[in-house]
């Protein structure tokens, strides 16, 4: 039911198509971005695992194009559908109060309203601008923001700014909302707050299929107390039924028309961003994997790799692999690889058809598997079927 919701029941296809795409942005209400490029932009990678080899420039003509979506805080940064904007006015009402802010973001915001006055005024003469089209721009490390870059960001939260055009180098673009969301959008009504968070939350039961309180508050980062009086309200209403899943200790609900499908049969690589996995303990719940990702974790102490993607085969989660695509090599580098216990004996030869149809939609010549001392099972048989074989 969980993967069903997700699009996972559906057949790739050969030539997937714009169509396609904007269908499957409506199904989930989000796409993760993330600035990690190890493999490929996280928000692109939905896409790939769902429809297969799509063309990624699509996403972006649908969010700076077409502007059928755009982009906002809603799970993380993400891409939504802009039918969602108004569901989302009051986060930036929120900003607006200083309230639901990063600390530096709203300290800027309150201690330089000089600063964030004049920000706005040039954007709105000049715009589209980054924070690198400012003076004071930022130096140093990714999180290293001038004053300039946190004005933005809180005029961008709080609804004053909008992502107006594709990202330079992974930096947003910003503009005015006139002259970045469509009108039909911009002039529809604001619902109440609560109503606003009970759409979000029937959004949440939809893509997740069947889930928990917290799992439908996660979906959209809505707290749990203020979630529990809401789906108590849509359960009450008959907007969502309480269900009971074998295994789960926690109550969870289903939208009245969900529907049960036969079987899923499912091949396909998960961004650590994507909705199916992206709230670790639900993932645990649902499959019996422990997923944790290592970005941040020294390298002598992670334990499956750098970026890690699990592998969903039919219905469960078989193995995981650590990629890298190795953009001056042309290859797609396997750093490792392991099977999860009772994965069936298909694994390997299904995951090496996976990374080679992955390698060639990323433009890449082959794929490459590092073999180390320690090296399980897998590795060995995907080592068998590589284009590259590295001895580390």
Not at 9 to 18: F, N
Not at 122 to 139: I, W, Y
Not at 257 to 285: G, M, S, T
Not at 357 to 377: I, K, Q, R, S
């Amino acid at each position: 039911m969980a993967l069903a919701a997700q699009g996972f029941a559906d057949a790739r296809r050969a030539t997937p198509d714009l169509r396609r795409l904007r269908a499957m942005t409506r199904r989930l209400s989000i796409v993760q971005i993330d600035s990690v490029n190890v493999l490929a932009r996280a928000h692109y990678l939905p896409g790939w695992s769902r429809l297969g080899a799509y063309d990624p420039a699509d996403l972006d003509r649908l969010a700076y194009d077409r502007r059928v979506l755009f982009e906002y805080w809603a799970h993380e940064a993400s891409l939504l559908p802009v039918e969602l904007e108004p569901l989302l006015r009051w986060r930036k009402a929120q900003a607006l109060r200083h309230e639901g802010l990063w600390r530096s973001v709203s300290a800027v915001a309150q201690a330089r309203p000089d600063l964030v006055a004049a920000v706005l005024d040039r954007v709105r003469d000049a715009g589209p601008l980054a924070a690198s089209d400012f003076d004071d721009r930022a130096l140093g490390s990714w999180w290293g923001w001038s004053d300039t870059k946190r004005a933005l960001e809180y005029l961008f939260w709080s609804g004053q700014l909008d992502v107006a055009t594709r990202r330079r180098s992974f930096e947003r673009v910003y503009d005015i909302p006139e002259r970045v969301l469509p009108a039909v959008v911009r002039n529809l009504p604001t619902p109440d707050e609560d109503e606003a968070k009970r759409q979000l939350l029937l959004l949440a039961a939809r893509a997740y299929g069947v889930a928990t309180l917290p799992d439908l508050a996660d979906y959209f980062r809505l707290s749990n107390p203020v979630a529990r009086p809401l789906v108590e309200g849509l359960v009450a209403g008959g907007e969502l039924l309480p269900v009971e899943v074998e295994g789960w200790t926690a109550p969870a609900y289903v939208l009245p028309d969900l529907v049960v499908p036969r079987r899923v049969d499912a091949r396909a690589l998960l961004a650590p961003f994507d909705p199916v996995v992206w709230e670790r303990p639900r993932a645990e719940r649902l499959f019996g994997f422990t997923y944790r990702i290592e970005i941040y974790v020294p390298a002598e102490k992670r334990r499956h790799g750098y970026y890690v993607l699990p592998f969903l085969l039919g219905d469960r989660l078989v193995a995981r692999v650590d990629l890298k695509a190795d953009r001056q090599r042309g290859l797609l580098a396997v750093k490792a690889a392991s099977a999860e216990p009772g994965a069936p004996e298909e694994t390997s030869a299904a995951l090496s058809v996976e990374l080679r149809e992955l390698a060639a939609w990323l433009g890449l010549g082959g794929v490459e598997v590092v073999v180390t001392p320690d090296a399980g099972p897998l590795i060995a048989r995907l080592a068998d079927e590589a284009d590259e074989v590295v001895a580390a």
